[in-house]
């Protein structure tokens, strides 16, 4: 059985999928967008983003027309039994009707349908498809409020590749531990003001954020911040940031402007690497996690306190962050995110 997966090759996102479908017994391949646009291209897409659509519009079409090109001929020729795509991949909707001719055709949210930028195409695409499946309730309701009825509730877990429990030397423990860790960009709207705002209120417990220069902005606003940001130039590797969750007592995971009920895919990572995560408070926690405790931050003020608690609570935190494990371990995997993917898809239930 083979799978062909349209997403960027970089995303852990990615990772996962090509794990649970090759445990399973598939051959997978994965067509990265960014290896059949030039470069040229990829910088004037980068650049039409910018602009108003009366200036890149029919450009744009033409990139966007080579591409799905591209993807016909590589699934006309590769006949897999399922082409599973990323959000859209600017897939369009004619390009769609082809693939559909010759595989199921399935698509994973990975970020809101409706919080794209200029792509008017994704939902009409998304209409053609055989299966979707989304880690967000709001983004299934608003599917089915289109009239999208072939629609799941699917989580992928966390790799047990990159995010792993493991014991660290007394130096690297000394490098990249704190109390309570942070890693990620900041945003540059609204949003960035809230995650800043959100962290400004643990700055007088042992915080790190390992981040950009997207963290800068924030600092006039709360100048407490900037001593407890690490500024990097490239992002910390999925190693690196396997160490400093190993090192240290709790991260933080705020909401997602795009992710409206569901959460983000760190919060998995985090339980992977044995850490506790210490999540903002969304609709789906229960749905996720059941009677299972979690900590949630449900208002900002009361984030310094609940933070507070689990560290002077140490075999309460510690017990907690491996019985998540426990339960991730065996509730979502990749492997069983993939058949539930090749059941609904291939199988008749």
């Known amino acids: 059985m083979k799978l062909i997966l349209i997403s960027i090759q970089s995303y852990s996102l990615t990772s996962l999928i090509v794990q649970g479908f090759e445990n ?32 890149f519009g029919n450009a744009l079409s033409r990139i966007q027309a080579k591409l799905n090109q591209k993807y016909i001929e590589i699934v006309e020729k590769e006949k897999p039994e399922l082409v599973l795509v990323y959000n859209d991949m600017q897939m369009l909707p004619e390009t769609a009707k082809k ?24 939902l009409p695409t998304f209409l053609q498809a055989d299966y979707i499946f989304a880690p967000d309730t709001f ?3 608003q599917m089915r409020v289109i009239g999208i009825k072939n629609i799941d509730y699917l989580l992928w877990g966390y790799s047990k590749i990159t995010n792993y429990i493991t014991e660290l030397k007394e130096e690297e423990r000394n490098e990249f531990g704190n109390d309570i860790v942070y890693v990620g960009r900041n945003y540059h709207d609204t949003w960035g003001y809230k995650k800043a705002l959100l962290f400004s209120k643990l700055t007088d417990l042992d915080l790190k954020i390992y981040g950009d220069s997207s963290w800068i902005k924030w600092f006039s606003s709360f100048p407490e911040l900037e001593k407890k940001v690490v500024l990097r130039k490239r992002p910390l590797t999925f190693d690196e940031v396997n160490r400093v969750y190993n090192s240290s007592k709790i991260t933080v995971v705020d909401g997602n402007p795009g992710i409206l009920n569901g959460i983000h895919l760190r919060v998995f990572e985090a339980i992977g690497s044995g ?40 075999k309460k ?10 339960y991730i371990n065996i509730t979502y995997t990749p492997e069983l995110a993939a058949k539930q993917i090749i059941n609904k898809c291939l199988h008749k239930e």
Do not use: C
Request: overall charge positive.
């Open 24 to 55: 399973s017994g598939w051959e997978v391949k994965v067509i990265d967008p960014k290896n059949y646009t030039s470069l040229t291209d990829l910088r004037r897409q980068h650049l039409y983003m910018r602009l108003p659509v009366k200036y």
């Open 275 to 314: 850490i506790l995560p210490v999540v903002e408070y969304r609709k789906d926690i229960p749905l996720i996690f059941g009677s299972l405790e979690i900590p949630v931050i449900k208002d900002y003020s009361e984030a310094k306190e609940i933070v507070n608690f689990y560290l002077s609570n140490e």
């Open 317 to 326: 935190r510690k017990e907690l962050a491996l019985d998540l494990r426990s």
């Open 139 to 141: 983004w299934i309701e």
């Open 99 to 122: 693939i559909k001719k010759i595989s199921k055709l399935v698509f994973y949210f990975g970020d809101s349908p409706y919080f794209v930028h200029k792509r008017p195409y994704n």
